[in-house]
């Protein structure tokens, strides 16, 4: 891990600090594996009236889904088309693995494909968008590109008779009115949100001391943002400290310095921080170290589930949990949706439930080095749909 400039300064001053919040964390936190069933019957948790429910929430999202839970019926297959993939940047885990899903999936149904990275601007974006649409293709996946964002784009797209499928591309699930997006796939952001809520209750039974970071510049951030401080101060024993605004492209220089700076403002009282995004817990690691502040005694939760998270959460490097979108599935979902367009059939409505993450089943997720895949046949179950 990258050690910066900026959190040196801060980290040799805060020993006292660090060693203040040690103390308070091993007097405050419960169960510290952050899954599995170690602690569920602690009497600590006995006054906290949240606990029972927050508790089953999280145990339930803990289990790895099995079942298929999607459309099993639908049309077949639409022949000879031709999709292209517009990924908001190719460096972004959560758009580069939905894209694999697309590829995947499009050659199973029969379909040609194309990849167009958007490189993670604005402007990009627009011409990844505009080269897509020059290539007059019979289908669009736009991966995490905001449609409200790239509405002329689009409405040059459907004007051509080009269908157009998001992912991440508004804040919630559903066809998006205007520019016109036959649907966009998601987990709903306020489950999302109110799951990693419920693993910081029951977890810490009821004993947590929580900072929360987003980016209000995007409203699904705001969504998740908000679900998760509703359900923290649902819990009258927790501490609702502060929400931070950090956003996302600012990270890595952002940071290191913010989180040693937390540690100093809350001392004792800080037992978890987290976020709409796992990205904000890559540059964190070296300045915790230099505070003296254990991995086990600072929890980390996030959200989308990448591969780093995978890896620190099976390391117990900081991260204990993570909330994953299950991406390869979602990019079978994406030709799904599409091939339901091409023949003048309704969206699916499918949304796949929601899945934490912790170090007791992070090597059970289903995917390779560190994604989750989960183990309920939706490849075999999109082919029987297709007739392929």
């Not at 604005?122 to 011409?127: G, I, R, T």
């Not at 991966?143 to 784009?153: C, E, L, N, P, T």
């Not at 170290?289 to 890896?311: E, I, M, N, Y």
């Not at 949706?337 to 023949?343: C, G, H, K, M, Y």
Request: charged share 20%; net charge positive; hydrophobic share 35%.
């Amino acid at each position: 891990m990258r050690t910066y400039r900026s959190a040196r300064p801060l980290a040799a001053g805060l020993a006292a600090g660090a060693m203040l919040l040690l103390a308070g964390c091993s007097s405050t936190l419960g169960d510290s594996s952050g899954g599995g069933d170690g602690g569920k019957d602690q009497s600590a948790s006995g006054s906290c009236s949240l606990y029972p429910a927050a508790r089953k929430s999280f145990d339930k999202a803990e289990s790895l889904p099995t079942s298929w839970t999607g459309p099993t019926t639908g049309p077949k297959a639409a022949g000879g088309k031709f999709v292209v993939y517009v990924s908001t940047d190719e460096r972004n885990g959560g758009a580069h693995g939905v894209g694999q899903g697309v590829r995947e999936a499009a050659k199973a149904i029969g379909w040609r494909f194309q990849l167009i990275d958007g490189k993670g601007t604005v402007s990009d974006q627009a011409a990844a968008l505009n080269q897509a649409v020059a290539l007059k293709p019979d289908g669009i996946v736009l991966g995490s590109v905001d449609a409200a964002g790239q509405k002329d784009a689009i409405r040059r797209a459907t004007a051509q008779g080009i269908e157009v499928v998001g992912w991440h591309s508004a804040a919630r699930p559903g066809p998006i009115a205007d520019p016109e997006v036959f649907t966009n796939l998601s987990t709903d952001p306020a489950v999302i949100g109110r799951a990693t809520s419920d693993w910081v209750i029951a977890t810490s039974h009821c004993r947590a001391g929580v900072v929360i970071l987003t980016d209000s510049q995007y409203e699904i951030a705001r969504l998740k943002a908000d679900a998760m401080r509703k359900r923290i101060k649902e819990c009258g024993e927790c501490s609702m400290l502060e929400t931070t605004e950090v956003p996302i492209a600012d990270v890595s220089q952002r940071m290191p310095q913010l989180i040693t700076s937390l540690v100093q403002r809350y001392k004792g009282k800080l037992t978890h921080v987290i976020g709409i995004n796992d990205g904000y817990f890559d540059y964190t690691a070296s300045s915790l170290r230099s505070a003296g502040v254990q991995p086990d005694r600072l929890h980390f939760g996030g959200q989308d589930g990448t591969k780093a998270a995978f890896q620190r959460i099976a390391s117990g490097d900081y991260q204990q949990a993570t909330v994953p979108e299950p991406l390869n599935l979602q990019g079978w979902q994406a030709v799904d949706e599409l091939n339901r367009a091409f023949t003048g059939k309704k969206p699916s409505g499918f949304a796949p439930p929601v899945h934490v993450v912790v170090a007791g089943n992070v090597h059970k997720a289903g995917g390779d080095e560190g994604s989750y895949d989960p183990p309920n046949g939706y490849r075999d179950r999109y082919r029987a749909i297709w007739g392929r």
